[in-house]
């Protein structure tokens, strides 16, 4: 009988792995059939002319999207500019200072926001700031991928610092150090890695972001030279390419894809090698 019980617990055993193992698959196959199709409708049109040129005129072949790359870098920047600083004090503040019930309606609101759909964080930057402004402009488009960024970046940075043991403030407390520079230069800098890490994440959430763009950076198929002039990115130039009756047009979308998708991909890479030490460490 104990024969049978041990053989049916292996039974068992196999069944569940065997399982886990196609739940595990079917979740990686997405990505996999995603990538295959970028790559076979998208490679041939990656080439130097790709990276270097701008748009040609409408129905004419040929051109690139060297406009839409330098303008997602400096949509980027300028969402680093607005979203870092806010989202990792704030994060700062979370871990180290307020009240207990001050701070539990923060985490509320920057969780609930974590979830708004981006189209919504676009209708509300341009109520606010475009219609203002009377245009389109790299600002706007800057400002709300900074206000999406914020959110994350404050839970991540929150979580970070609590990880960080409390006897290493006691003890710089202890000597005597200042509790502000006791959490800039022992704890921030203990958690480091861990707030990079969110920053890393948070930018590559956003950077593949169309719906906010369109209310407030608008696109642009010549280089940008004043921030207040609309600016082109890559997710609009894909987004304005794949509706366009021309084929050309098509392929490039999907070379614009790819190399969005790429940079995604290098981005989270980043992050695995920073937080490469953490895995090493709990093996």
Same mark, same amino acid.
């Given at each position: ?17 065997? =399982? ?5 698959? #079917?979740? /990686? ?7 295959y ?10 080439n ?5 040129? #701008? ?8 051109? !690139? ?7 997602? !870098? ?14 990792? #004090? ?25 979830g708004?759909?981006?189209? &919504? ?12 402004m ?6 706007? !488009? ?9 959110? =994350? ?41 861990? &707030?990079?890490?969110? /920053?890393?994440?948070? #930018? ?13 950076a ?29 084929e ?9 894809? =790819?190399?969005? =998708?790429?940079? /995604?991909? &290098? ?5 695995? /090698? ?10």
């Amino acid at each position: 009988m104990n024969t049978a019980y041990h053989r049916w617990r292996k039974l068992k055993n196999m069944l569940v792995q065997v =399982l886990t193992c196609v739940c595990a698959l #079917l979740v /990686i196959l997405p990505l996999g059939l995603i990538f295959y199709h970028l790559v076979k409708s998208g490679l041939g049109s990656v080439n130097m002319a790709f990276f270097t040129q #701008l748009p040609k005129p409408v129905g004419e072949a040929g051109g !690139g999207m060297a406009n839409a790359i330098v303008g997602t !870098g400096e949509l980027l920047g300028l969402a680093a500019l607005i979203g870092v600083p806010v989202g990792a #004090l704030g994060g700062i503040f979370l871990s180290e200072y307020g009240a207990s019930r001050l701070n539990w309606w923060i985490r509320l609101g920057a969780d609930v926001l974590n979830g708004v759909p981006s189209i &919504i964080w676009g209708m509300v930057v341009y109520a606010l700031v475009v219609m203002p402004m009377h245009g389109f402009s790299a600002w706007a !488009g800057g400002i709300v991928l900074g206000m999406m960024m914020v959110p =994350l970046i404050m839970r991540t940075t929150e979580e970070v610092l609590l990880l960080v043991p409390h006897g290493y403030r006691e003890a710089a407390l202890a000597l005597g150090i200042a509790q502000w520079r006791t959490i800039v230069q022992i704890v921030v800098r203990t958690a480091l890695k861990g &707030i990079i890490t969110g /920053i890393l994440l948070a #930018l590559a959430r956003v950077a593949g972001e169309t719906a906010p763009l369109l209310f407030t950076a608008f696109g642009n198929r010549f280089w940008n030279h004043r921030l207040s002039d609309p600016i082109a990115a890559l997710p609009l130039q894909v987004f304005n390419y794949a509706i366009s009756p021309y084929e050309d047009w098509h392929r490039q979308a999907w070379a614009g894809a =790819l190399v969005l =998708l790429l940079f /995604i991909a &290098i981005i989270n890479a980043g992050v695995r /090698i920073l937080t490469r030490d953490r895995f090493l460490q709990r093996t």
